[in-house]
């Protein structure tokens, strides 16, 4: 693994840490928010939902994605060696 890769690979990881810190802080204030007023469950549910809906749209949309452009140069690299 190059330079290059492994700093790339540190700073994702950081990235993906800091993100799910914020993930986890910010459901712990929602909960306690949920705790304290008793009708915003509801919308915390909802909102949550939301949330879920989105994340896993964008997750499998990118693996998705990925394995096409990744096919697709493929293909375009076989068609260049013919």
């Known amino acids: ?3 290059d890769e492994k700093s790339k690979s540190e700073a994702d990881t950081r990235t993906l840490m800091a993100l799910l ?3 986890v802080i910010a459901t ?3 909960a306690l928010i949920a ?3 008793p009708g915003v469950l ?3 549910l909802v909102v949550g ?3 879920w809906f989105a994340v896993m749209h964008y997750v499998l949309w990118g693996w998705w ?3 096409y452009l990744r096919r697709q140069a493929e293909r375009d690299a076989q068609e260049e060696q013919e």
Request: proline share 0%; glycine share 20%.
């Open 1 to 3: 693994m190059s330079d």
């Open 21 to 23: 810190m914020v993930v």
């Open 28 to 30: 712990l204030l929602m």
């Open 35 to 37: 705790m304290i007023l």
């Open 42 to 44: 509801g919308i915390v």
């Open 49 to 51: 939902g939301i949330g």
């Open 65 to 67: 994605l990925s394995g």
